[in-house]
């Protein structure tokens, strides 16, 4: 589907349609973002990672920067692709609001404490480094936390509800998430 028919010309598209990186043997999908070109923003280029991801640097005022980040992980997704992906931030420098958004495929968030597996040290590690934490506590119809949204954002500054505004139809596995910082 191209962009012009989702959003009009007020919104620069940033986009990595399923397809277009090597692990994917699917058609459709992928990741999206438009912002609103009253921000002043650019696509950041993180070689070395075939993932369907895209990194979003936005100036905010006063000389503020934010990192908008939208993954999708496949389920068959390897550990090395996510460690590989939580050191990309390391390259970005500093940033004064990060926002990491998409499906990481990783079904730990009930064992979360289990230092044990590798996946978790390596994500409790990168949650720590860049102070974030999980805002999203919207189930899907299997009952589970499919998508994220990690930021360094106060809980309290930050809403996250299921969309009644839908662009394509809505898919129940993966709710239609919308999220508000308030301040």
């Known amino acids: 589907m191209d962009s012009w028919y989702l959003f009009d010309d007020r919104y620069p598209v940033y986009r990595k349609d399923r397809g277009s990186s090597?692990?994917?043997?699917?058609r459709g999908g992928g990741v999206l973002v438009a912002i609103k070109?009253?921000?002043?923003s650019r696509k950041l280029d993180v070689?070395?990672?075939?993932?369907?991801?895209?990194w979003i640097s936005v100036k905010l005022n006063q000389g503020k920067k934010m990192?908008?980040?939208?993954?999708?992980?496949?389920?068959?997704?390897?550990?090395?692709?996510?460690?590989k992906f939580f050191y990309s931030f390391e390259g970005f420098g500093?940033?004064?609001?990060?926002?990491?958004?998409?499906?990481?495929?990783?079904?730990?968030?009930?064992d979360f404490c289990d230092h044990n597996n590798p996946i978790i040290s390596e994500l409790s590690n990168f949650m720590n480094l860049f102070n974030l934490s999980r805002h999203n506590n919207i189930f899907n119809c299997n009952n589970k936390y499919p998508d994220l949204i990690w930021t360094n954002v106060d809980f309290n500054d930050i809403s996250v509800w299921s969309s009644d505004s839908l662009l394509v139809p809505e898919d129940k596995r993966y709710p239609t998430?919308?999220?508000?910082?308030?301040?």
């Open 37 to 40: 070109k009253c921000f002043s």
């Open 177 to 183: 998430l919308v999220f508000l910082k308030h301040r």
């Open 47 to 54: 070689p070395g990672l075939d993932l369907e991801a895209i």
């Open 22 to 26: 090597a692990n994917s043997n699917r």
């Open 67 to 83: 990192l908008l980040c939208v993954a999708y992980f496949p389920p068959s997704c390897h550990v090395v692709t996510h460690v």
């Open 94 to 110: 500093v940033f004064d609001k990060i926002y990491i958004c998409g499906d990481s495929n990783l079904s730990i968030y009930d």
